[in-house]
Nanobody, 118 residues
Framework: QVQLVESGGGLVQPGGSLRLSCAASESIFSFNSMGWYRQAPGKQRELVASITSVGITNYADSVKGRFTISGDNAKNTVYLQMNSLKSEDTAVYYC????????????WGQGTQVTVSS
């Protein structure tokens, strides 16, 4: 069972920045990938960004050029640097780990609220 703990959410003004962190309970290098998803009220959960164990990244079109996902294997932590935030980025952000242990599993963190408002 992989435990994921997110931190770094909060209230920020439009145009501001936040950095989210996701600490895993074991080595992230062994995971297929890790990602950040978000869910706004009344909307489906959507992929924001992901990173594979070899560092290949993928971004939603809506955040390209503004958000950056990165990983620190020594700290078992994945980050999401969010710049030039917009009101439409307001959502609960969830960390995800895609792990293969004889079978494939998807693990989720508890979520962290990001609110972009003046």
């Amino acid at each position: 069972q992989v435990q994921l703990v997110e931190s770094g959410g909060g209230l920020v003004q439009p145009g501001g920045s936040l950095r989210l962190s996701c600490a895993a309970s074991e080595s992230i290098f062994s995971f297929n990938s890790m990602g950040w998803y978000r869910q706004a009220p009344g909307k489906q959960r959507e992929l924001v960004a992901s990173i594979t164990s070899v560092g290949i990244t993928n971004y939603a079109d809506s955040v390209k050029g503004r958000f950056t996902i990165s990983g620190d294997n020594a700290k078992n932590t994945v980050y999401l640097q969010m710049n030039s935030l917009k009101s439409e980025d307001t959502a609960v952000y969830y960390c995800n780990a895609d792990v293969t242990r004889r079978a494939r599993y998807m693990y989720w963190g508890q979520g962290t609220q990001v609110t972009v408002s003046s």
